[in-house]
């Protein structure tokens, strides 16, 4: 792990545009780590969901809730990620949920203009105190469907979310408004890099008609303060425990060492997200 908390500058362009890009947040060793269990990971391919994207591209996506201590639960549970968390949302967070999302090659689709409080609105979340990390697995580039942003766009408040093929999208008019406004701005990131934005900043992103994937972790934290006031299939608060930051290694030299795959980890018996997920706009992918 390579930074600390955030700095003032990082905390400030968050608040100002509503996300800040924070080069090299894993180290190279880390990423790697998680790259080749993600790819190597058969409980990807038993539980993945697939999303239509109204334009005959699909994207490849698992999600839980539970962090758990996988390689996967110390990146959502070390101390750099969680206190930055808090930092950003002014208090104590927990794990809302966490998603590798596969965007492969030439086959990866597009995601509309969204909100992810579009979504988590309907859990009975009242209020956006949310932040989502986007952890670039690989390299994430225009030509392969990297993230794109409105900065500026969360002092808008929530915006209604519609379908557009198997996604639910912000209405299309508000969001063309919006642009002729406000910038839009590609985030192209490399391996180890992590976005922090806030739960309603209008994002999306390309198919991937190139020959690499894009594949990403995203970890999503509620502030504990807003504990949702019904249950619904993300999970209510949930006290965190943080780990050290060099857990992560540990676990990823656990992960290799060990000859038994860690199969059941992503449990679909368990895990309310992993059983609803393949309904239409169910939840917020990137």
């Known amino acids: 792990?390579?930074?600390?908390?955030?700095?003032?500058?990082?905390?400030?362009?968050?608040?100002?545009?509503?996300?800040?890009?924070?080069?090299?947040?894993?180290?190279?060793?880390?990423?790697?780590?998680?790259?080749?269990?993600?790819?190597?990971?058969?409980?990807?391919?038993?539980?993945?969901?697939?999303?239509?994207?109204?334009?005959?591209?699909?994207?490849?996506?698992?999600?839980?809730?539970?962090?758990?201590?996988?390689?996967?639960?110390?990146?959502?549970?070390?101390?750099?990620?969680?206190?930055?968390?808090?930092?950003?949302?002014g208090g104590e967070v927990y794990h809302y949920h966490s998603k590798m999302i596969m965007k492969d090659a030439r086959v990866g689709g597009a995601w509309a203009w969204h909100q992810d409080y579009g979504y988590w609105y309907q859990n009975g979340v009242l209020a956006p105190l949310l932040t989502s990390v986007f952890i670039a697995v690989d390299p994430a580039t225009r030509e392969n469907g990297c993230l794109q942003v409105i900065p500026g766009s969360h002092e808008l408040g929530r915006i209604d979310h519609v379908l557009t093929g198997d996604q639910a999208g912000a209405d299309r008019e508000r969001v063309e408004a919006i642009l002729t406004r406000l910038p839009l701005v590609h985030v192209e990131m490399a391996p180890g890099d992590a976005l922090f934005f806030h739960a309603n900043l209008l994002h999306r992103s390309d198919r991937n008609e190139s020959e690499n994937p894009r594949w990403s972790m995203i970890c999503c934290y509620n502030a504990a303060r807003n504990d949702p006031y019904k249950d619904a299939h993300h999970p209510r608060y949930t006290p965190l425990a943080k780990v050290?930051?060099?857990?992560?290694?540990?676990?990823?030299?656990?992960?290799?060492a060990d000859s038994a795959e860690d199969v059941a980890w992503l449990d679909v018996n368990r895990d309310a997200s992993t059983r609803t997920l393949n309904r239409p706009g169910a939840d917020s992918p990137q």
């Open 244 to 256: 050290a930051d060099s857990e992560i290694v540990a676990a990823g030299e656990r992960r290799f």
């Open 1 to 89: 792990m390579a930074n600390g908390p955030l700095s003032l500058e990082q905390l400030e362009q968050y608040r100002h545009d509503g996300y800040t890009l924070v080069r090299g947040f894993y180290s190279a060793e880390e990423i790697s780590l998680l790259r080749r269990a993600a790819k190597e990971d058969k409980a990807f391919d038993e539980h993945a969901f697939s999303r239509g994207d109204g334009e005959g591209g699909r994207v490849r996506l698992s999600l839980w809730n539970h962090p758990g201590d996988s390689i996967y639960g110390m990146f959502a549970r070390c101390e750099s990620i969680v206190n930055a968390a808090e930092a950003i949302l």
